[in-house]
């Protein structure tokens, strides 16, 4: 397997010293991705022989498959069984090209600001050596998104366990543009787009980001991913109903995508945590519709809070990842 992995780290070298294959167009009747946890046990397994027929449904419905930035290394302490070695043999041609031969985009939650490295630049220098074993296989990357860096990169708002940054709005504004452009650099045609919690942020709050993202710093945001964390909802003065459709057309308007995540937030038990997504699913699509792209999302934590315990199979079990998925794309139509 070490031997394998080295060649491939090789062969991803020298795809990345040239020109990356560009990525392909999604097709026009899918809008869903699947974003398990990198710890979740049976992330690999969907991959091989005995665990592709468990989610043959879910996965023909896929515009995209996420991976979480971690499960791209040869080492992960937080990933549980899942390396990128074992997701390379897990089929003969490897995972990565196993969904491009499936006509499903490849995509990356990566960090560009957050709060144990707060340089832009660095943390796109990192994201390129991670992405090089999904070229080496022969597929490409088609998005990054970048996970909460204003979340990661302003003051905390009230009690967080989590570290900050601690920068101002404009130094992580530079930070996320530094970090956009130098992975472009090495990657032009990866779309990156940005992921946002509401209401811990305001809807004028993400918009002002946006807007000088794109018209201060110069570079385009391809899709906004919102997290909806219904948890905070009451201990803030919002209208949602309002809230979400102007944030639609602001993205309209600026032709950027939107996106939505649709997760469980109570990892107590499978049925709570599917209760809790599907309930989610059916306020957003009843204001909003339906949006660009509906982004299926690893909920749990281990109920012991030791790491993930979710279950991304089969897709006929109640509360996995794929039943999930096949159930609350119904509420989008």
Avoid at 197 to 204: H, S
């Amino acid at each position: 397997m070490k031997s394998q992995f080295l060649i491939l780290l090789v062969a991803a070298t020298v795809v990345g010293c040239g020109r990356p294959t560009s990525p392909g167009g999604a097709p026009a009747d899918r809008f869903a991705i699947l974003a398990p946890a990198s710890a979740s046990t049976d992330l690999a397994t969907m991959f091989e022989p005995g665990g592709q027929s468990q989610w043959s449904q879910a996965r023909s419905r896929l515009r995209g498959f996420q991976f979480y930035q971690q499960s791209l290394r040869p080492v992960c302490m937080n990933c549980g069984p899942n390396t990128v070695g074992r997701l390379l043999n897990a089929v003969p041609s490897g995972a990565f090209r196993y969904l491009q031969d499936h006509d499903i985009q490849i995509g990356v939650e990566a960090g560009s600001v957050k709060e144990h490295t707060c340089d832009g630049r660095e943390n796109a220098r990192v994201l390129i050596e991670d992405v090089q074993p999904i070229y080496a296989t022969g597929a490409h990357l088609t998005f990054v998104a970048m996970d909460e860096p204003f979340t990661a990169g302003l003051p905390a708002r009230g009690v967080s366990p989590f570290g900050r940054c601690n920068l101002s709005i404009d130094d992580t504004i530079v930070q996320v543009a530094a970090f956009m452009r130098s992975f472009r650099a090495t990657y032009p045609d990866v779309r990156i787009g940005l992921i946002e919690p509401y209401p811990y942020f305001t809807i004028d709050e993400l918009t002002t980001f946006i807007r000088a993202l794109e018209d201060n710093e110069g570079v385009d945001v391809a899709f906004f991913r919102l997290d909806f964390d219904v948890r905070h909802r009451y201990n803030a003065d919002t209208n949602t109903k309002v809230d979400l459709r102007r944030l639609r057309d602001f993205l309209a308007e600026r032709r950027i995508e939107f996106e939505v995540i649709v997760t469980g937030y109570d990892g107590r038990t499978d049925a709570a945590s599917v209760a809790s997504a599907m309930a989610l699913a059916y306020e957003v699509s009843g204001i909003i519709g339906r949006p660009h792209s509906v982004v299926f999302q690893d909920w749990s934590s281990d109920r012991l809070g030791l790491g993930s315990s979710a279950q991304n199979l089969p897709e006929t079990q109640v509360g996995s990842l794929t039943w999930l998925l096949n159930n609350g794309l119904g509420v989008f139509r």
